[in-house]
């Protein structure tokens, strides 16, 4: 299929209502997790994007079936348990499946995983997956481009996973699937504490797993012999159903949307809040009341509980057309900033010095044509595309196509005007 691209009609607020799908991040690893045992499982709420269907592949690769059925949930089963390698070329289309090395090491006691690569938000180590493993007695080794691991049976460690930005989300979610099958106990200090590695605690100890203090910064997990299948259904998408808020108060719309779980967006509502954007939470829902021009807000992105990185760009998109002059600081990812020159085409004003952003808010934008780099910084051009006046063309949405389920049919459902075209214009080499 040829590369699309989204042309959106500005200038329209969004109203109604929408349902947030579940979570791509945690579908990932608890998709990898079905590696672990050899009975079936049967998980719900697994959103219908490309990273998932890449994940897919590798685990038909690793010998396993995986169907969605007739109710969109998928059934995994493992066929063989020979299969190993789960190779370079579906590895580097999506780095969350390097989630599956610990579960495969743990359980077929080999793992032949690519090394994942750069990607466009900067270089995205791996150190910490990898100190884990050994820590539990693996024996690893790199080789063109594959992390090789071997061990008969792991066992269990004191682990400190902590990084130069804090905690490793995939790091931690591999450690603890593979101590799940250690001997002895483990314990993660400097554990990420995510909604997402909670999702996955949840499912691994009703698999049987034996886990302790998951969603804090210390995680013990005592080592079983094996772990069953067992039915589970993945939390909401926390980051979708954030965009979905802030596309609806940047086009000053009135929006309820479902399906979320709010104490997830504590860091998100405490901006919005600051930004004086109106909004309702509900146990499961959220209604945004854009009526006004947000505030300007500074916000430094942080590990959970604090403001998302995977929220950056979208919030960005926001201030464009606040009042006055909001600060941002990417403090996870500090190259994660090219949405910067395409919202600046749009008329935004923004000045960027090293990962800090001043964002002056400007009256209105105006459409353009602009270029998405990767998933998140795609959203936001749609966030600026919607309240934009004119039109606005984001080529390359195969991004946005790697992590939103529908989002231009839940977009257009509450009024906005998004076509999907096939973009002919030929990618032109990059300029020097
Ligand atoms: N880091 C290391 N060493 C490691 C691993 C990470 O130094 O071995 C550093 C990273 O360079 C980064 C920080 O630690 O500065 C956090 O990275 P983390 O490992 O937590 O990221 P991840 O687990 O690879 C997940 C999400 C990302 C999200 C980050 C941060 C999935 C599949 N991916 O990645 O999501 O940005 O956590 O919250 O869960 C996205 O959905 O758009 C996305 C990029």
Same mark, same amino acid.
């Given at each position: ?9 500005? &200038?329209?607020? =969004?109203? &109604? ?10 579908? =990932? ?34 010998g396993m079936k995986v169907e969605r059925d007739e109710m969109g949930r998928l059934q995994t089963q493992v066929v063989d348990e020979k299969e190993i390698t789960a190779p370079y070329e579906l590895v580097s289309m999506m780095r969350g499946s390097f989630c599956v090395l610990g579960p495969l090491l743990a359980k077929r006691g080999f793992a032949k ?27 690893i080794k790199i080789e063109h481009g594959y992390v090789l691991a071997r061990a008969d049976r792991l066992h269990g460690a004191n682990i400190y996973l902590g990084g130069p930005t804090g905690s490793s989300v995939l790091g931690t979610a591999n450690v603890m699937m593979a101590a799940c099958l250690a001997e002895g106990t483990t314990v993660i200090e ?9 999702? =996955?605690?949840?499912? =691994? ?13 210390? @995680? ?14 993945? @939390? ?20 309820? @949307? ?31 009341? &854009? ?40 403090? $996870? ?63 390359? @949405? ?19 005007? $998004? ?14």
């Open positions: 299929m040829g590369l699309e691209k989204f042309v959106i009609e500005g &200038g329209r607020p =969004l109203k &109604g209502e929408v349902t947030v799908s579940g979570s791509k991040n945690a579908s =990932l690893p608890v998709l990898a997790a079905t590696i672990l045992t050899e009975s079936p499982c049967d998980i719900g709420g697994v959103p219908r994007l490309r990273d998932v269907d890449v994940l897919v592949r590798i685990l038909r690769e690793l995983v690519s090394l994942p690569g750069g990607c466009a938000i900067g270089d995205r180590p791996v150190d910490l997956h990898l100190k884990g493993l050994r820590a539990l007695g693996a024996e400097h554990a990420a504490s995510e909604p997402e590695v909670v999702d =996955l605690a949840n499912f =691994l100890v009703n698999m049987g797993a034996a886990i302790e203090g998951a969603g804090s910064h210390r @995680i013990v997990i005592r080592g079983v012999r094996k772990l069953d299948g067992c039915p589970h259904d993945v @939390i909401p998408d926390r980051i979708e159903a954030a965009t979905l808020l802030m596309a609806a108060a940047a086009t000053g719309g009135e929006v309820l @949307i479902r399906n979320i779980d709010p104490t997830h967006l504590e860091a998100v509502f405490d901006k919005l809040r600051e930004a004086e954007v109106g909004f309702n939470r509900n146990c499961k829902t959220v209604a945004v009341s &854009g009526d006004r021009r947000a505030n300007e807000v500074e916000l430094t992105t942080l590990p959970y509980p604090g403001f998302p990185t995977d929220l950056q760009a979208q919030m960005m998109a926001l201030m464009t057309t606040a009042r006055g002059a909001s600060v941002f600081t990417d403090a $996870i990812y500090p190259d994660r900033l090219l949405h910067v020159a395409e919202l600046k085409r749009m008329g935004a004003r923004i000045k960027r010095i090293n990962n800090t952003c001043v964002v002056i808010g400007v009256d209105r934008l105006e459409g353009a044509p602009v270029m998405a780099s990767d998933l998140r910084a795609g959203a936001a051009l749609v966030i600026a595309g919607l309240c934009a006046e004119g039109e606005t063309t984001v080529r390359r @949405i195969y991004h946005l196509d790697r992590g939103y389920d529908n989002l231009e049919g839940k977009l257009n459902l509450l009024g906005a005007r $998004i076509r999907r075209e096939a973009d002919e214009a030929p990618e032109k080499p990059p300029v020097v």
